[in-house]
């Protein structure tokens, strides 16, 4: 779940479209992920990636129309990540995952990407999107202070606004379009709660009523360093570098015991039934998975063996609060 929902989110590309007199953009973004797991504690996942995107703002703003290029990411095994009338239709490509920044930048250079029309955009035309190089911010992304711990036991007390701290960033010589975005989806991909802030911002504020009770979530708060160039792309559309540090967090709402399944105060053999199904569904994201996921213990997406290690604890306790 981590890679596409960061590529989603962390993408900043505007939309056009590519018929006569209409707009179509270009966009880049590199990114390197975090996890944060208590307070003070956060390790890099030590990967490295990008994602490319052409962007157009009608329903199927691509038929007709070929596009080709000399680069590390072809438009031509791109995948159409969405079409429809709001936002119109966007290729995107992904690169490798790498271990570290220069096996990235090799593997996506930065420079001069000449793209091929023929078809209904622009026949027998050719535009440059120039990817520039690597520009992330110094700083670690992180939830400073208490706020990760604060965060885990928000659940007993959701009636208040949750204030979290932050350290914010210093941002890039020229990066006219940089922020400090927070995303909360629950383990199902749904998102919950968003905002933008500007890279100086220490402190954030999750409005009550934002989560809900019995969910587990997972957030993610990007440092973003972005280069934003109106009108560059063709007919007015826009060109975009992003280079983002992304740090993922776990939470939930739960109560005390999660492991009960069906919430009649035991972990017992009801519960292992219903452990049972969602463990041969795996994934959170699932249409066939129950809503709001309860047998992913863990917050992570799936139900996997590590759920199970909790459940089998639980289960042999039998009673939620045992004396």
Known sequence: MKFGVLAAAAMVSAVGSLASAQAVSFASSKAENYLQTGDGAVTPYNDWSCVLSIAGDTFDAFSDCSISYAGPLSPITMGIVGNDAMFGQQWYGYSSLNPDLASLDAEIPPGDYTFDF????????????????????VETPELLSDTYSRLQSYKDDMS???????????????????????????????????????????????????????????????????FFDAGAGING??????????????????????????EDTLVDDE???????????LLCGDVAMPDRC???????????????????????QLLCNPE
């Open 118 to 137: 023929t078809g209904n955009a622009l026949p027998g035309g050719s535009h440059v999107f120039t990817l520039l190089p690597s520009a992330f911010c």
């Open 160 to 226: 208040l606004d949750f204030i979290g701290q932050m350290s914010g960033f210093a941002d890039q010589p020229g990066a006219n379009s940089s922020s400090i975005s927070f995303i909360v989806y629950d383990t199902q991909g749904r998102v919950f709660w968003s905002t933008n802030l500007p890279p100086t911002a220490i402190s954030f504020t999750i409005p009550t009523g934002s989560i809900e009770p019995g969910r587990a979530y997972f957030g993610v708060m990007f440092y973003t360093v972005s």
């Open 237 to 262: 559309g826009n060109h975009t570098n992003s280079f983002s540090r992304n740090v993922f967090f776990y939470f939930n709402t739960r109560g005390p015991c999660p492991a009960d399944i069906n």
């Open 271 to 281: 519960d292992f039934v219903l452990f049972a199904q969602a463990y041969n569904i």
């Open 294 to 316: 309860p047998a992913d213990l863990t917050n992570e997406g799936v139900v996997d063996d590590t759920d199970f290690v909790q459940f089998a604890q639980a289960y042999d």
